[in-house]
């Protein structure tokens, strides 16, 4: 009786076949297995990593020796294997091989440098004045990084710059265009971080997409493949991973859920249109239905007093609840994904009003997609822009360890 | 000044890293990156598959060879390249090497042999009589294939079987289960159809999935790499493709885009929830805004009365185009594709009522989101069902072409 797949696992046939495959190819693809593997995982054995990537030993031997004269893993302290032979462990280079990660971000602007392994070696900040663009935020942040290069050893080696940023910008036709940098924002933080090395030293992604990516590969969803991350901070966005790949869309412009419309003839949206979710379920919404006024720190209070049973507060929690679980229900049916992680805002939203999301989505969720969706709260907090940050340079790092490596 | 990426386009990194690749694994690749080139763009000369997949002459020459030898592809009529050399022709053996596809749709069954490159050999339909499940589909669709299986030659290879189905059955808590083919039926398909050999001979997939893959394969949106394919008859569902991939979902079940709530408080669905999005565009939305019956061919009646400026039925069409914007708006906003592609009854919606469509488009999704979308008519009528079907057993064959090929 032969095996029968999942449908969709079948690989699909790329219209346009992708290149053969050689020797160099697969160097580079078992080096990035290995180094992959210790940044996600941690120190392993060489013995470990045999078994794990399914190569033999005189080939982890020689991958993990050549990455190590590269200066990106060390090898030592050898430990005993079950057969009782000694193996060395292989290490990240965390302290010299890192990424500069930023976030411009709707209140503040910051700095990270992130080893490799996910360590973060330097966190600086700075706020964000109000009414400031994106592309204003790179002065400041030039001037925090540069603070913090001083510290940097000479040898260390940085694989890449990394920007995630909300942001909104007015269009030609006068409607929001919300989503990913614009190209002068790209072009200013290249001139500013870039290093002048051919090869994409500077990356950008919207923050929920980049958060997504984050609590995908060290966070709550670790080793979830099919998942949505939720944003929620003044508007609402997602970051969608599909197979383990996040979903960018054609224009880099995927997951902007919170233009669904959820109540037609509802409130206006900023976008133009009537009853958007993030009309619902943004922090706007909250302090409506909670009568409170947008203060620094309100959205905070009405989560808090709502906890602290506050009939008004409570019941604006609740409101949004209903309609998150709503808007997620929508969700579940279209993508049909294991787990959809609350993040920003919707974390404290959720994890106060769980019960009313959960009603609302076994209500109008199709069983079939329903019964198997995880519901969690993000596990990264705020580094979770960062964190992501590091993670989309490090994939360049992953993808060809030698030549990043020996470039610097 | 380095390249700049697109965000997501970097690839994400996977939480446990996929084994190293050996040179066995390479000459698969390659082989089935040759393979895939005939299947997909016909017949092709050594000359420009050496060019095509950035292999050498030799290399090429011993993969066409080997395929050749394997009964996959022929070798002949040598054609003379630019540089005035002759090379030979390598194309796929369409009639010796097929696919069986099945389709169970809501009035019929039907089984088609499709030969490598796509080439429809045989095709055989029966009424599905009204009232019976998927799982009763099985014997009369046995019945047909036999019948088939009179005309194929000795020699030939079939690569796999594989099923299209739209269904929707009962859950166990009353409400109804939509989506693909559950293990009952799928054991009932393996049984009658499966060949006893090892590997994934049977394959089963939603039939919107399906005839997506079709159209991105073969159809209006070949070489399109972020698409969503709608699909109309009774229901609504949608096939999506991200970056070249079919979207299944955790549970392959995404794509259920019908029972998007787009009406809060509108209308029952059968699903047990309000205001499902098929409940506005779906085959009884037609007739009910036209005044008529749920006749054999009234859907089609309406579409041609529209056509033929009836105020009723124009009227009919225009409202259901109108909704039908609306929730393509949603799934722009959310989803981020290049294409959409109407198939089923939709393709005549879209059709008369375009201009409707891309009003309620343009107002409700993100400009940046909207402008670059294409919308399209499905190109491959009903035979995309199979068509796609068969491209899911042909996606095992070109994953390892000697492997099969020399099996049978």
């Known amino acids: 009786m032969s095996a029968l797949h999942r449908p969709g696992r079948t690989p699909a046939v790329p219209a346009s076949p992708s290149p053969g495959a050689s020797q160099e190819e697969i160097r580079r693809q078992n080096l990035g297995a290995v180094l992959r593997h210790v940044h996600v995982h941690g120190p392993t054995s060489r013995a470990e990593l045999t078994t794990r990537l399914g190569l033999n030993r005189s080939t982890i031997g020689a991958l993990a ?97 990394a920007v995630a940023v909300t942001d909104t910008t007015r269009d030609r036709d006068g409607r929001i265009r919300i989503g990913g940098p614009d190209e002068t924002l790209r072009a200013d933080i290249e001139a500013a971080f870039g290093d002048g090395r051919p090869g994409p030293t500077v990356l950008a992604g ?70 958007c979710w993030q009309t619902e379920i943004g922090e706007a919404a909250l ?49 049909n994904p294991d787990t959809v992680v609350f993040g920003g805002s919707l974390r404290e939203i959720y994890l ?3 019960d009313v999301v959960r009603q609302r989505l076994d209500e109008l969720a199709l069983p079939a997609s329903r019964e198997h969706v995880q519901l969690l709260p993000a596990a990264l907090g705020p580094d979770a822009a960062l964190i992501g940050a590091a993670e989309l340079a490090f994939a360049h790092l992953l993808a060809d360890p030698l030549h990043i490596g020996s470039a610097a």
Chains 1, 2 share one sequence.
């Open 65 to 161: 020796a050549d990455l190590a004269a590269a200066g990106l893993v060390t090898e030592g302290a050898p430990v005993t294997t079950r057969r009782g032979r000694p193996s060395l462990v292989v290490s990240p280079r965390s302290n010299r091989v890192y990424a500069q990660a930023l976030s411009i971000e709707p209140d503040r602007l910051r700095v990270a440098r992130i080893g490799l392994g996910g360590r973060v070696l330097d966190l600086r900040d700075t706020p964000r004045p109000a009414g400031t663009s994106a592309v204003d935020a790179v002065v400041p942040l030039a001037a925090l990084a540069h603070e913090m290069d001083r510290d940097v050893a000479a040898d260390s080696i940085r694989v890449g710059v």
């Open 352 to 354: 106060s009003g769980a």
């Open 206 to 275: 919207d923050l929920a997409d980049i958060a997504a990516l984050a609590e995908h590969v060290r966070g709550v969803a670790a080793g979830v493949d099919d998942l949505i991350y939720l944003h929620g901070s003044h508007g609402v966005s997602a970051g969608i991973i599909i197979e383990g790949r996040l979903v960018v869309g054609h224009g880099g412009r995927s997951g902007k859920v919170g233009h669904m419309v959820v109540n037609p003839g509802g409130l206006p949206c900023e976008c133009g249109s009537r009853g």
């Open 287 to 335: 302090l409506r239905h909670a009568g409170r006024n947008a203060t620094p720190g309100a959205v905070q209070e009405v989560l808090r007093a709502a906890a602290d049973g506050e009939p008004e507060a409570a019941a604006a929690v609740a409101r949004v609840a209903d309609w998150l679980g709503f808007g997620v229900a929508n969700l579940v049916n279209v993508v």
